[in-house]
């Protein structure tokens, strides 16, 4: 009998395994990695679910690129989330 695995570990499993040809499901994660790059929000929340699982690491990677999009936002965009 093998002891159970952490937590963590089965969620990272979970969310990180590829597709397979008999599995044609995307990963969890496949539709925040397509749409981070152009969605600041999907990277947050992908930096936020890296964050709860004790990868600081790859967060502050997306956490930077938020910032990257704050900052090459629309000056209009910029000064309405400055204030708030």
Partial sequence: MQPE??????IDKALNRQTSE????PSPVDPFRLYAPINPIAEYKL???YTH???SSKARV???RVEKLREQADPD???????R
């Fill in 53 to 55: 699982l004790g990868y």
């Fill in 22 to 25: 008999d599995d044609t499901h």
């Fill in 62 to 64: 997306h956490f930077a």
């Fill in 77 to 83: 965009v910029r000064n309405t989330i400055a204030a």
């Fill in 47 to 49: 930096a936020t679910c």
């Fill in 5 to 10: 695995k952490p937590l963590e570990e089965e």
